[in-house]
T-cell receptor
Framework: ELKVEQNPLFLSMQEGKNYTIYCNYS?????LYWYRQDPGKSLESLFV???NGAVKQEGRLMASLDTKARLSTLHITAAVHDLSATYFC?????????????WGAGTKLIIKP | DSGVTQTPKHLITATGQRVTLRCSPR?????VYWYQQSLDQGLQFLIQ???????AKGNILERFSAQQFPDLHSELNLSSLELGDSALYFC?????????????FGPGTRLLVL
């Protein structure tokens, strides 16, 4: 079964702290995406990771991909309130000769001042 | 603003009815994807069209259908609506067929079935 699991599903943290969100997936893929969703809003692309060892950074967020471990991490450095949102990872799987994204359940991140 | 537009923003209807959701992709994008987001099921891929042709099918119910028109806009038709169909429906688009591409999401249509 194709599964994408995120943990934690909920994270409340203080401003200024560091934390990591994990995304595990069940079957081989070398394409993984991170998105952000603010409450009641649409999804915004954050990172596209397309190979083993890929690392991307934007501001206080850094994402990495280990295809051998089937694991991606989203690391938050010195969190600020504006990063409060739900973060989704999605993995591109080949299903019946077509590719489609399977999504994690999302990690709801609340950053308190 | 992603450049993907969806109408309507909100839709309230009754069980058994049929509705049509509309999506216009970003200029130049050939693929359109439909997703359903609900509290219990999370984000579910429904269907993808690429340049007018169905490309991939996900967890789309038989009561639901979609199409992509020559001008590349797409419509998602939901019929015989049930209470459980209440959800946020997103459309996304990408430049090509979708492999190794970012999908850009529209603002969504919030459907409430009463």
């Amino acid at each position: 079964e194709l599964k994408v699991e995120q943990n934690p599903l909920f994270l409340s943290m203080q401003e200024g702290k560091n934390y990591t969100i994990y995304c595990n997936y069940s079957t081989t893929s070398d394409r993984l995406y991170w998105y952000r969703q603010d409450p009641g809003k649409s999804l915004e692309s954050l990172f596209v990771l397309l190979s083993n060892g890929a690392v991307k950074q934007e501001g206080r967020l850094m994402a990495s991909l280990d295809t051998k471990a089937r694991l991606s991490t989203l690391h938050i450095t010195a969190a600020v309130h504006d990063l409060s949102a739900t973060y989704f990872c999605a993995v591109d799987f080949n299903i019946h000769s077509n590719y489609q994204l399977i999504w994690g359940a999302g990690t709801k991140l609340i950053i308190k001042p | 603003d992603s450049g993907v537009t969806q109408t309507p923003k909100h839709l309230i209807t009754a069980t058994g009815q049929r509705v049509t959701l509309r999506c216009s992709p970003r200029s130049g994008d050939l693929s359109v994807y439909w997703y359903q987001q609900s509290l219990d099921q999370g984000l579910q891929f429904l269907i993808q069209y690429y340049n007018g042709e169905e490309r991939a099918k996900g967890n789309i119910l038989e009561r639901f259908s979609a199409q992509q028109f020559p001008d590349l806009h797409s419509e998602l038709n939901l019929s015989s609506l049930e209470l459980g169909d209440s959800a946020l429906y997103f459309c996304a688009s990408s430049v090509g067929a979708g492999v190794k591409e970012t999908q850009y999401f529209g603002p969504g249509t919030r459907l409430l079935v009463l």
